[in-house]
């Protein structure tokens, strides 16, 4: 079995498939019952469903990324640690772009 604990963007995932679908699914058999049509009553629940899933969705993103802002982490992608921050300009042979004789040589 594995041990290893879920992200908090899983995590996030998971409960709003979890809670669109079952107030989507709550409220297609109350709408099947009311209009004496299931199928009709639970695809207009599906429906409902996956809206939920987004509007459910998109405010807990927006509040974890709040969340990390008051904090002071931004929560976007983390730079590897061997990336380089810009070009290379330590003043070598490849400094100015030939790697040639580099015009301040000996005559």
Known sequence: MDDRQPSSHESTARLTWGVGIALGMGAGVALGTALD???LGIGLGIAIGVALMVVINLGLSRSARRRNSASGTDGGAVAH???EDGPDVDGGPDADGGGGDGGGGGD
Request: zero cysteines; proline letters at 17%.
């Open 37 to 39: 049509n299931m199928a």
């Open 81 to 83: 640690p061997d990336a």
